[in-house]
Nanobody, 121 residues
């Protein structure tokens, strides 16, 4: 059984940093891209970042480029999202996901349950 689980969310002030973590078990890492999505109140779920397990190639939404960094630690079976210079508009539920390609939510095979990130003004 595949399990994807996020952690690290919380309440921080604008301009501060936060690191999210995601553990994935029960899947072959070489076969999946690992992704971060977010969904803010009243908005559709959007892709934030993606990394290929095999190549390490990364992708970022334009809204987070230069501020967020996705990385992985295969030895710990863990995915990270380092979020710097956070803004109130980054407030959202953040979801870790695994899929066959970095192609959006329709291509996701497994979802985490989410971790809430709240940025105060």
């Amino acid at each position: 059984q595949v399990q994807v689980e996020e952690s690290g969310g919380g309440l921080v002030q604008a301009g501060e940093s936060l690191r999210l973590s995601c553990t994935a078990s029960g899947l072959t890492f070489d076969d999946y891209c690992m992704m971060w999505f977010r969904q803010a109140p009243g908005k559709e779920r959007e892709g934030v970042s993606c990394i290929r397990w095999s190549s390490g190639r990364t992708y970022y939404a334009n809204s987070v480029k230069g501020r967020f960094t996705i990385s992985r630690d295969n030895a710990k079976n863990t995915l990270y999202l380092e979020m710097n210079n956070l803004k109130p508009e980054d407030t959202a539920m953040y979801y870790c996901a695994a899929g066959r390609a970095c192609s959006g939510p329709t291509g996701v095979a497994y979802w985490g349950k989410g971790t809430l990130v709240t940025i105060s003004s």
